[in-house]
């Protein structure tokens, strides 16, 4: 079941998969993260995204994002950057606020990626038109995707517009959530649960428009080999920075 601004309602928790007969409970899926874990949340630091927002009456807007990465610990930040005509601007430059949710490397989320690159008209529901299930966030207006594995809902901080047409965002975490298989239990993420994407770049896309995106989740532990001072002055995260000179 959905409300009038297309939103699936967690109360009664039916999706577009009511109609196979299969209620999902999306609070029994995702789990909410407390802020001391936001850091360890946005990890990878920065992969493929798909942004929420809306607009002055409420209406959702869904659109994609390759160049999208938490840019400080704490508070946890995001950071992007978007054409000023397009909807997401708009729609954050009049609300505040945004929700950048972290689709998997599936191929069925992927093709929903790309419907939400395409240029629909300001107010369409981008997330009906690809089928992507939007459920409310916890703190802000633009919805969570369901189909995605973890959710930071952010405040604006500070926007800059530069080269003329080109806004760049910043929001703070005010709060995240992901789907309870993709974290341990001291809220790490596992990475091949959650199975983040890079996207090639519009470059990459083949004459007919197909896409290519990477895999962004093969972990490799990689130890300090250099010796020097400068090895043991790396600080905690979040403390202040080692004094110089
Ligand atoms: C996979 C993919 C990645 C994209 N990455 C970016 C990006 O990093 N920056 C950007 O400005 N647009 C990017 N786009 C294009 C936007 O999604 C597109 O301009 C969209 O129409 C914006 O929608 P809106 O008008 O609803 O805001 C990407 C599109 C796709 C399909």
Known sequence: MRDNAGIAKTSLLHTDREMDNVAINWDEIKVDVPEKNYDKLASPVGTLVMITTVDREGRINGASFATC???????????????????????VLATGEFTVNIPPFDRSVLEKVCILGLPFAPGVNELEKAGLTAIPSRVVKPPRIAECGSHFECRVEWTKQWLETRLTVVGRVVAASVNRDC??????????????A?????????????????????????PMVYTGPEAKMMTAVGAPPPKRG
């Open 69 to 91: 990465f938490r840019n400080n610990h704490i508070p946890t930040c995001y950071e992007f950057s978007v054409d000023m005509h397009k909807d997401t601007a708009a729609n």
């Open 198 to 222: 890079h996207y090639c770049g519009h470059a990459y896309n083949t004459k007919d428009g197909a896409a290519k995106f990477v895999a962004a989740y093969e972990v490799m532990e990689v």
């Open 183 to 196: 974290i341990d239990s001291e809220g790490y993420v596992i990475h091949d649960k959650l199975r983040p």
